[in-house]
């Protein structure tokens, strides 16, 4: 997979979009078990919603093959090349991890996601999905082993463990001689047993306390329009907001709005004492008094916190506090408050007015994502082509001998 060539990996990856068009009454069938298996189980709602692959996910997954197709291969590429005094010239050169473990909950999806940035990174990938998704994850692995083929790439560079036995998990992330990264993607408790207990290194995310902070000055029918898509456009991603701060210069204007918007779509508003005495007023509104907890809760439900701060000061000191440094958003006219919220406030992505619902690597323009990292080593953030990339130093000579 190293050594494939440009156009090879990108013939895999097109043959990958045209299979998986082709193919969405069949996974649909299969998506169908595990739906079904799902609710018999008692699954929560929001992980029945990751489960689904509707016709516009697999859309979304073969637009990425096509878009991670379209864009150039870093692979091989050498930065920084320059001239030493001794005469050599040293530069670094971008190459592939090798094998990355990728163990994951729910969404389908990833194993596509997964499977395309391995190809377009000349990687090899072992993928370990959900036991709710098994069906679905196998009949989309079947389809990326056969765009391999179609390519001439080996069928074995990316492989799904087959059996749901939990223990596979635990031997999959012990074995450095054979995995060189792993990536978890799912809950909490996925996260923190394969970090504790890993021997391999792994690039993680714990959670998505996501922040929408409403600045002082801000223009209101903006805020409450983004405000609105950040929580409510899909309740299950990481990147949906889950805090709202509003500065006290505007909260009395904004949080009537936003609170009839939430009102209307049933989220449940848990508010400090102060945005509480104003929401009262908002019909239908479900109002919660919050706990210390709330500040700290993802909930991927229709809840959310609500906070009024005094200022950009209190909005950054909440955020850097309580956040999961995953995304957060300042939506502001203020040029110097914004440009202070980018530059002081320590998340993987910062927004201005901007729905943290784009922190996503396709919206990012990667192709796809691998997962969004809040690491602070190696990647961070949605992580795409590169973070699933090493450097290696090359070193340039004409017969130099060191002194």
């Known amino acids: 997979m190293a050594k494939a060539p440009a156009a090879i990996k990108n013939k895999a990856l097109k043959a990958l979009a045209r299979l ?15 739906l ?11 992980m029945v919603d990751r489960l689904k692959l ?9 637009e990425g093959c096509e878009q991670l197709a379209a864009m150039p291969d870093i692979i091989g590429e050498i930065l920084g090349m320059k001239q030493q005094p001794s005469g050599i010239r040293v530069g670094q050169m971008r190459v592939p991890i090798g094998v990355f473990g990728m163990i994951y909950e729910s969404r389908p999806n990833v194993t596509i996601e997964a499977a395309s940035l391995s190809i377009k990174s000349g990687n090899a990938c072992i993928l370990r999905g959900g036991s709710e998704a098994i069906d679905s994850n196998k009949a989309l692995a079947k389809i990326v082993q056969q765009a391999l083929a179609e390519a001439g790439l080996p069928q074995e560079a990316v492989q799904l463990v087959q059996t749901t036995d939990r223990e596979a998990v635990g031997q999959l992330i012990t074995m450095p001689q054979f995995v060189d990264v792993i ?8 996260i923190e047993r394969i970090s504790r207990d890993a021997k391999v290194p792994v690039i993680k995310h714990l959670d998505g306390n996501c922040h929408t902070y409403v600045d002082d000055p801000c223009d209101i029918a903006m805020a409450v329009k983004v405000a609105d898509n950040a929580k409510t456009n899909k309740y299950s991603p990481c990147n ?13 204007e904004f949080l009537p709005q936003i609170g009839a918007v939430y ?6 508003m848990r508010g400090c004492p102060e945005s509480l005495a104003i929401l009262q007023s908002v019909p239908g509104a479900h109002l919660v008094p919050a706990t210390e907890q ?12 609500v906070k009024v701060v005094a200022d950009v000061d209190e909005a950054i000191a909440h955020i850097n506090r309580y956040s999961s440094h ?3 958003a300042i939506l502001t006219t203020n040029h110097v408050h914004a440009q202070r919220f980018l530059r002081e406030v320590d998340s993987a992505s910062v927004m201005v007015n901007a729905s943290t619902r784009f922190a996503d690597g396709f919206e990012y323009g990667l192709g796809a994502e691998i997962g969004i990292s809040t690491d602070k080593f190696h990647a961070r953030g949605p992580v795409g082509i590169e973070g699933l990339t090493s450097l290696k130093y090359v070193v340039l000579g004409e017969g130099e001998v060191r002194a």
């Open 263 to 268: 009102a209307a779509k049933g989220v449940e």
């Open 326 to 328: 995953h995304t957060d």
């Open 294 to 305: 709330d500040w700290s809760e993802e909930y991927l439900a229709p809840i959310i916190s």
């Open 20 to 34: 998986l068009r082709g193919s969405v009454a069949q996974l649909q069938i299969d998506n169908a078990k595990d």
């Open 54 to 62: 509707t016709p516009k996910v697999l859309e979304t997954c073969a």
């Open 183 to 190: 990536i978890p993607r799912g809950g909490k408790g996925l």
């Open 36 to 46: 079904e298996r799902a609710v018999a189980n008692g699954l929560a709602g929001p």
């Open 240 to 252: 949906a907001s889950e805090g709202l701060l509003v500065a006290r210069g505007v909260a009395a």
